[in-house]
């Protein structure tokens, strides 16, 4: 990230277009946060930036904070940040963790996958909101209704691993 630091504007682009030639999603994410201070939104917003930029695949991450307004006593700032992602798997898991309020592709124009490829983004995209029903439904279940629940998940987990073994055997 550092390297980055010290780049032009005009260095930044070139890297970056060399990135998307080789796989790599320029984008735009935008956030909002809420609270009861100047100080609390302005800080949620630091520290959400900066984990987002430790995050697996994430090549570059800068985001410029807007100056938090106040009405009715509630505080409230937007953020835009660049993202440079190594795919777009990295892209779509920062966004099902961080949860935009809007994201822009910038480049590549174009974004072709294989076919092993789509399927990885798809298993993505199902894990995630498998974890997001299992976290609700384990908020919200209690004794045997959880026990059973949690069974269920279990048998699920190694009947989809016994899926993909037997798909790479006969693939």
């Keep these: 990230m550092e390297k980055f630091e010290k780049a032009s504007a005009q260095d930044l682009e070139r890297l ?6 080789k796989g790599a999603v320029l984008s735009l994410f935008h956030f909002d946060a809420h609270g009861s201070s100047e ?10 930036i900066g984990r987002m930029t430790n995050e697996r695949g994430i090549l570059y991450c800068k985001g410029e904070i807007e100056p938090p307004l106040e009405k009715e006593g509630k505080w409230s700032t937007i953020a835009e940040v ?3 992602s190594n795919n777009l798997s990295a892209l ?6 961080y949860s935009p309020i809007a994201v822009e592709m910038l ?20 894990g995630t909101a498998q974890e997001y029903a299992q976290y609700v439904l384990e908020k919200t279940m209690t004794g045997d209704d959880l026990k059973r629940f ?3 998940m279990k ?17």
């Design 82 to 84: 660049k993202v440079l």
């Design 39 to 48: 100080d609390e939104v302005s800080g949620v917003m630091v520290d959400f």
């Design 92 to 97: 779509l898991n920062l966004a099902f963790k």
């Design 150 to 152: 949690r069974e269920r």
């Design 107 to 126: 480049k590549p124009n174009e974004i072709r996958l294989t076919l092993e490829e789509a399927q990885s983004l798809v298993l993505d995209a199902s």
């Design 155 to 171: 048998w699920r987990a190694e009947r989809g691993r016994e899926i993909l073994e037997k798909a790479k055997r006969e693939g």
């Design 16 to 21: 970056f277009d060399e990135a998307c030639r």
